[in-house]
């Protein structure tokens, strides 16, 4: 599993498991180790390869609990940059999150799941919510935000500058965050 939460398959130790078993220190260095090892792969890819997978993504875990109110269930922090021209193909998670845009220009597309769109306050009022189309690219700004429950989606970095998010997830405990589909 990588910074992201990423699975393709269901044999994936949780983030849960790796600090049960090798502490905080350890989560940090297998952390780093894949940010590298992407960083690094993303590097070597030839331009005209198609990726398998998310390239140009980083993430930080900012924090993590679990709510005695939501036994099962975990409350973590994200922050997630995509690059230029970067994106995560079709994938889904467990549970619901909320998406806010920092910065940049995010493209999203709905596969599935309950997915409603709150555009950026003007003169300090939010629009009134928007439910998603299914199968059609949304362009978000700074400032909009989704309420997600058991999304599948596609994403993409549709800006010149990186696309800052900020995820709020509460999601089942030991399950991958986000699994890639095949």
Same mark, same amino acid.
Do not use: C, K
């Given at each position: 599993?990588?910074?992201?939460? @990423? ?10 498991? *790796?600090?049960?078993? $090798?502490?905080? !220190? ?11 090892? #992407?960083?690094?792969?993303? &590097? ?7 990726? %398998?997978?998310?390239?140009? @993504? ?7 609990? &679990?709510?005695?109110? !939501? ?11 995509? %690059?230029?021209? #970067?994106? @995560? ?31 950026? %306050? %003007? ?14 690219? *949304? ?7 989704? $309420? ?17 998010? $900020? ?9 991958? $965050? ?5």
């Amino acid at each position: 599993m990588d910074p992201l939460g @990423i699975s393709v398959s269901d044999t994936d130790v949780s983030r849960r498991d *790796v600090v049960v078993r $090798f502490g905080g !220190a350890g989560l940090a260095a297998i952390l780093l180790a894949a940010a590298h090892a #992407s960083h690094l792969s993303a &590097q070597d890819a030839s331009p005209a390869a198609t990726p %398998a997978g998310p390239v140009g @993504i980083s993430a930080t875990l900012m924090g993590t609990g &679990q709510p005695a109110s !939501a036994p099962g269930l975990e409350l973590s922090l994200r922050r997630i940059t995509i %690059a230029p021209g #970067s994106g @995560i193909p079709p994938h889904s998670h467990p549970g619901a999150l909320v998406i806010f845009v920092e910065a940049g220009t995010w493209g999203y597309t709905a596969l599935g799941g309950t997915i409603q769109l709150t555009r950026a %306050a %003007a003169e300090g009022t939010p629009a009134a919510v928007e439910d998603m189309p299914m199968g059609t690219e *949304v362009i978000l700004n700074p400032g909009d935000w989704l $309420f997600v429950e058991d999304p599948e989606d596609d994403i993409r970095n549709a800006g010149e500058d990186d696309v800052v998010l $900020f995820v709020a997830g509460l999601t089942r405990i030991g399950e991958p $965050f986000t699994t890639l589909h095949e």
